[in-house]
């Protein structure tokens, strides 16, 4: 497991853009796959998006697909997320998470396929 620590996010207008960043530790964390998932009041956790340990396979769910961007810095040992367009419907505790999984072409995208999380921030977007 690594020990994550999300930052970037606050309040912004509907139509606007935030930047989201999950700083990892450990030495490894090249061999972890990365995901971003959100939960707003009243729902259940969902997936965001998600990259693998190399970033050669990302995945996005279709709410945010053409919108939001994954990407990693493995120098760094940070995953960001970058959120264009955004809607109101976006307001959510983002929450990264991690899992060692080797792969090139082969994500998780699943909840339960992590282990590990930050403890989230959270994400306004007013209207």
């Given amino acids: 497991q690594v020990q994550l620590v999300e930052s970037g996010g606050?309040?912004?207008?509907?139509?606007?853009?935030?930047?989201?960043?999950?700083?990892?530790?450990?030495?490894?964390?090249?061999?972890y796959s990365m995901g971003w998932f959100r939960q707003a009041p009243g729902k259940?956790?969902?997936?965001?998006?998600?990259?693998?340990?190399?970033?050669?396979t990302i995945n996005y769910a279709?709410?945010?697909?053409?919108?939001?961007?994954?990407?990693?810095?493995n120098v760094k040992n940070t995953v960001f997320l970058r959120?264009?367009?955004l809607k109101p419907e976006d307001t959510a505790v983002y929450y990264c998470a991690a899992v060692y999984f080797?792969?090139?072409?082969?994500?998780?995208a699943v909840e339960?396929?992590?282990?590990?999380w930050g403890p989230g921030t959270q994400v306004t977007v007013s209207s």
């Fill in 83 to 85: 959120m264009n367009s």
């Fill in 102 to 108: 080797p792969r090139r072409t082969v994500v998780p």
């Fill in 62 to 73: 279709a709410s945010v697909k053409g919108r939001f961007t994954i990407s990693r810095d």
């Fill in 10 to 31: 606050g309040l912004v207008q509907a139509g606007g853009s935030l930047r989201l960043s999950c700083a990892a530790s450990g030495r490894t964390f090249s061999s």
């Fill in 44 to 56: 259940e956790r969902e997936f965001v998006s998600a990259i693998s340990a190399t970033g050669n």
């Fill in 112 to 116: 339960d396929d992590y282990d590990s």
